[in-house]
Nanobody, 120 residues
Framework: QVQLVESGGGLAQAGGSLRLSCAAS????????MGWFRQAPGQEREFVAR???????YYADSVKGRFTISRDTAKNTVYLQMNSLKPEDTAVYYC??????????????WGKGTLVTVSS
């Protein structure tokens, strides 16, 4: 079992920045991928960004150039730096963990989510 604890959500103004963190703990793991999804009110959950076991990154078009995902392997923590925030970025952001390579439709563990609200 792997536990994911997210932090860093909150309120930001449009054009501002926030940084989300997700710390993984529990069962020992070596190679793994982590990522972020988000779900806005009344909408389905959508992919935001991921970082693979080899540190390769990939972003949704809607956040490309504004968000940056990174990881600290010593801390088993992944970060999502969100810049130039827009009101449409308002959502609950979920951390995701998968052993080995990333597979968007086969996530092993989910965090409980952290709310990001961007005011105009």
């Amino acid at each position: 079992q792997v536990q994911l604890v997210e932090s860093g959500g909150g309120l930001a103004q449009a054009g501002g920045s926030l940084r989300l963190s997700c710390a993984a703990s529990g069962r020992a793991f070596s190679s793994y991928s982590m990522g972020w999804f988000r779900q806005a009110p009344g909408q389905e959950r959508e992919f935001v960004a991921r970082i693979g076991w080899n540190s390769g990154t990939y972003y949704a078009d809607s956040v490309k150039g504004r968000f940056t995902i990174s990881r600290d392997t010593a801390k088993n923590t992944v970060y999502l730096q969100m810049n130039s925030l827009k009101p449409e970025d308002t959502a609950v952001y979920y951390c995701a963990f998968r052993y080995g390579y990333w597979a968007e439709n086969d996530i092993n563990y989910w965090g409980k989510g952290t709310l990001v609200t961007v005011s105009s």
